[in-house]
């Protein structure tokens, strides 16, 4: 059964920098084809995907905040961590990891976490 | 960026009747090099997580009741629910995964009228 929960901190200020964690079971980072992905949503607006890491390290990033962005993996601690710097309060959003499953060419998420929170405010 | 845009933005229909989802990409999601839409389809519940109910555009999900299913190829792609339930009460979205960044669309809300 493959889980995902994401942590971190539920509010930051701004120009601060965000770290957050997926934290997983049931799977593997280190399986041919498997992924962890990052995906936001405004409270009340649509889903924006962020970035994604792949078994193999590759690591793929929204262009409009790649400046931004930086996606890493502990393959030892089943983890993913995403990290976000120069926060603004148009980036409060409920932050979601999700598992991208090693279908070729698949970039869709069978599996998402629950979410958390993050407000931006000083 | 492809833009994928939804219709309608809400949706009200009776429980037991047909309930129809546009998604329009702005540019083909069609790979002809293996014929596959990358279009996927999520419904939301308040308070949770997207569910993964269709990829490639026309193949549900294991778990995912037969009453969903999706259609479409190109740039035109439909979520129907041939039988509205109770529990379909949510939002919908498409995402294409043909090109980087991987977009979403504004969502459908479905209420039951």
């Known amino acids: 059964q493959i889980t995902l929960k994401e942590s971190g901190p539920t509010l930051v200020k701004p120009t601060q920098t965000l770290t957050l964690t997926c934290t997983f079971s049931?799977?593997?980072?280190?399986?041919?084809?498997?992924?962890v992905g990052w995906i936001r949503q405004p409270p009340g607006k649509a889903l924006e995907w962020l970035a994604l890491?792949?078994?193999?390290?590759?690591?793929r990033y929204s262009p409009s905040l790649k400046s931004r962005l930086t996606i890493t993996k502990d393959t030892s601690k089943n983890q993913v961590v995403l990290t976000m710097t120069n926060m603004d309060p148009v980036d409060t959003a409920t932050y979601y990891c999700?598992?991208?499953?090693?279908?070729?060419?698949?970039?869709?998420?069978?599996?998402w976490g629950r979410g958390t929170l993050v407000t931006v405010s000083s | 960026d492809i833009v994928m845009t939804q219709s309608p933005e809400s949706l009200t229909v009776s429980l037991g009747e047909r309930a129809t989802i546009n998604c329009k990409s702005s540019?083909?999601?069609?790979?002809?090099?293996?014929?596959?839409?990358?279009l996927a389809w999520y419904q939301q519940k308040p308070g949770q997580p997207p569910k993964l109910l269709i990829y490639?555009?026309?193949t549900r999900e294991s778990g995912v009741p037969d009453r969903f299913s999706g259609s479409g190829s190109g740039t035109d792609f439909t979520l129907t629910i041939s039988s509205l339930q109770a529990e379909d009460v949510a939002v919908y979205y498409c995402?294409?995964?043909?090109?980087?960044?991987?977009?979403f669309g504004q969502g459908t809300n479905l209420e039951i009228k």
């Open positions: 049931g799977f593997s980072l280190s399986t041919s084809g498997v992924g």
């Open positions: 999700a598992h991208r499953r090693s279908d070729s060419g698949a970039r869709y998420f069978d599996l």
């Open positions: 490639w555009a026309s």
């Open positions: 890491i792949y078994w193999d390290d590759d690591k």
């Open positions: 540019q083909s999601i069609l790979n002809s090099s293996n014929n596959k839409n990358y």
């Open positions: 995402q294409q995964y043909y090109s980087i960044p991987y977009t």
